[in-house]
């Protein structure tokens, strides 16, 4: 690992902790932590003509040391899989997909969900229950 990479890890990490305190001060979903790190990282990669693969360089160690990270998290949702299911329609409107491939079918499943539950809803306000 080249000494840059090191370095945009420390910045990346530095960043992301002053920008949980200005969050922390004054909550908007405009200084949501990951996003307003994120913009601040590629203003500072655009200035200084350092491109995304060099900076990736160490951005890959910290996708490894967050991956224990993601599956530790399987245990809290277990815990909140009903509150989960019930708050389902936002989640799922509010989480763009990972990948390119899977847009299409996210727009299908959302679609298709909204609609039941729009006509789910409609019936319900008319009287028309199953």
Request: glycine residues 4%.
């Amino acid at each position: 690992m080249h000494w840059t990479s090191l370095i945009f890890i420390v910045i990346t990490v530095l960043l992301f902790i002053a920008m949980r305190k200005i969050y922390e001060r004054w909550r908007s979903a405009f200084l949501i932590p990951v996003l307003t790190t994120t913009l601040f990282m590629a203003v500072i990669l655009l200035l200084t003509h350092i491109p995304y693969e060099k900076y990736m360089e160490g951005g890959k160690w910290i996708e490894e040391l967050l991956g224990p990270g993601v599956v530790a998290l399987a245990y809290p949702l277990y815990l909140y899989r009903e509150s989960l299911m019930r708050h389902l329609l936002p989640i799922i409107v509010g989480v763009p997909p990972k990948s390119h491939q899977l847009k299409f079918v996210d727009l299908l499943l959302k679609a298709s969900l909204t609609k039941s539950i729009l006509r789910r809803e409609w019936e319900d306000s008319r009287g028309l229950k199953d």
